[in-house]
């Protein structure tokens, strides 16, 4: 039986190691991102909300949002928001005349503080019945049945295994993501990776960020503690807690893994990782995922 984790877990979570190590999971340890994206989640809008008649800017519009920017790796919610905040601006669905449904009460929940997952969507769905909360959530469980259903048998990066091996001699670690624990739990278990983290955190637990302080606050010095993420909220996170950061470059996985392996781990647990070097990790990281949506350059 699969384990059900709970921020205690993360609260509890004593240190057998001087270090930490926090990893993503969907785009950072499994090439996940792309097939769930695409085959779920941008088919998922389309058919729930009826617009097929702008199906290629919608996929356009949210592939940019979920895969190729600096929004990459965000909470789904947020990112449903952003990609029918892009689409109302998008030339090519001003022109079809189609129109796009409001998101002012999605907004409000994202705002709200509420633990932005399934089971306190459903919870506001129960006490208001908002139509439009309701019509985001029941997209949010087809989603999850999808991925369920087409996301089977996806091998970790090249150099994950490797990297894992060398940081379960060094270092404590936990998964941190804001996938569904249930899909984090059923990819690690495949992959048999659940042995070396502590807790696998999903965004049930809270945001990525506070899954790091939960786990790592009072026990070890922030230099110690890594984040190892392929998307901005990733070091975001890090940054929350003063970590430090390794990114993983979106379309250069493998070679991200080899470079973590071979030399970065090392300098970690060094203490030389900081500085100049971490610099030049990041500078070129952010390099790769743009900030506005490449119509905009063809306006």
């Given at each position: 039986m699969s384990p059900v984790y709970t921020k205690d877990d993360l609260i509890a979570l004593k240190p057998r190691h001087d270090s930490f190590v926090g990893v993503d999971s969907d785009g950072c340890v499994f090439p996940t991102m792309e097939i769930k994206q695409k085959q779920c989640f941008h088919g998922l809008i389309v058919s729930n909300?009826?617009?097929?008649?702008?199906?290629?800017?919608?996929?356009?519009?949210?592939?940019?949002?979920?895969?190729?920017?600096?929004?990459?790796?965000?909470?789904?919610?947020?990112?449903?928001?952003?990609?029918?905040?892009?689409?109302?601006d998008h030339p090519g669905v001003k022109a079809s005349g189609v129109a796009l449904p409001s998101t002012v009460r999605l907004k409000t929940f994202i705002e709200s503080g509420r633990p932005l997952g399934n089971p306190e969507l459903e919870r506001v769905v129960a006490e208001t019945g908002d139509p439009e909360l309701a019509a985001v959530l029941k997209w949010s469980h087809d989603v999850n049945t999808a991925v369920a259903r087409v996301v089977r048998s996806i091998r970790p990066f090249k150099g994950v295994k490797e990297s894992f091996d060398a940081i379960a001699k060094h270092s404590d670690a936990i998964c941190v993501s804001q996938t569904p624990t249930e899909a984090l739990v059923r990819e690690w278990d495949e992959n048999?990776?659940?042995?070396?983290?502590?807790?696998?955190?999903?965004?049930?637990?809270?945001?990525?960020?506070?899954?790091?302080?939960?786990?790592?606050q009072g026990k070890y010095p922030p230099d110690r503690v890594l984040m190892i993420g392929d998307a901005l909220g990733d070091l975001r996170a890090a940054r929350a807690v003063r970590a430090r950061f390794f990114p993983i470059n979106p379309g250069h996985e493998e070679a991200s893994w080899e470079r973590f392996h071979q030399e970065a781990y090392a300098r970690v647990l060094a203490g030389t990782y900081g500085g100049p070097y971490e610099t030049a990790l990041i500078q070129h990281f952010e390099s790769l995922l743009p900030e506005s949506p490449p119509w905009i350059s063809r306006a």
């Amino acid at each position: 039986m699969s384990p059900v984790y709970t921020k205690d877990d993360l609260i509890a979570l004593k240190p057998r190691h001087d270090s930490f190590v926090g990893v993503d999971s969907d785009g950072c340890v499994f090439p996940t991102m792309e097939i769930k994206q695409k085959q779920c989640f941008h088919g998922l809008i389309v058919s729930n909300w009826k617009l097929e008649k702008i199906e290629a800017y919608v996929r356009e519009t949210a592939e940019f949002v979920n895969l190729y920017s600096r929004h990459r790796g965000q909470n789904r919610f947020p990112c449903l928001l952003l990609t029918f905040d892009l689409l109302r601006d998008h030339p090519g669905v001003k022109a079809s005349g189609v129109a796009l449904p409001s998101t002012v009460r999605l907004k409000t929940f994202i705002e709200s503080g509420r633990p932005l997952g399934n089971p306190e969507l459903e919870r506001v769905v129960a006490e208001t019945g908002d139509p439009e909360l309701a019509a985001v959530l029941k997209w949010s469980h087809d989603v999850n049945t999808a991925v369920a259903r087409v996301v089977r048998s996806i091998r970790p990066f090249k150099g994950v295994k490797e990297s894992f091996d060398a940081i379960a001699k060094h270092s404590d670690a936990i998964c941190v993501s804001q996938t569904p624990t249930e899909a984090l739990v059923r990819e690690w278990d495949e992959n048999a990776l659940t042995g070396y983290v502590a807790v696998i955190a999903g965004q049930e637990l809270g945001t990525k960020a506070e899954h790091l302080a939960m786990a790592t606050q009072g026990k070890y010095p922030p230099d110690r503690v890594l984040m190892i993420g392929d998307a901005l909220g990733d070091l975001r996170a890090a940054r929350a807690v003063r970590a430090r950061f390794f990114p993983i470059n979106p379309g250069h996985e493998e070679a991200s893994w080899e470079r973590f392996h071979q030399e970065a781990y090392a300098r970690v647990l060094a203490g030389t990782y900081g500085g100049p070097y971490e610099t030049a990790l990041i500078q070129h990281f952010e390099s790769l995922l743009p900030e506005s949506p490449p119509w905009i350059s063809r306006a």
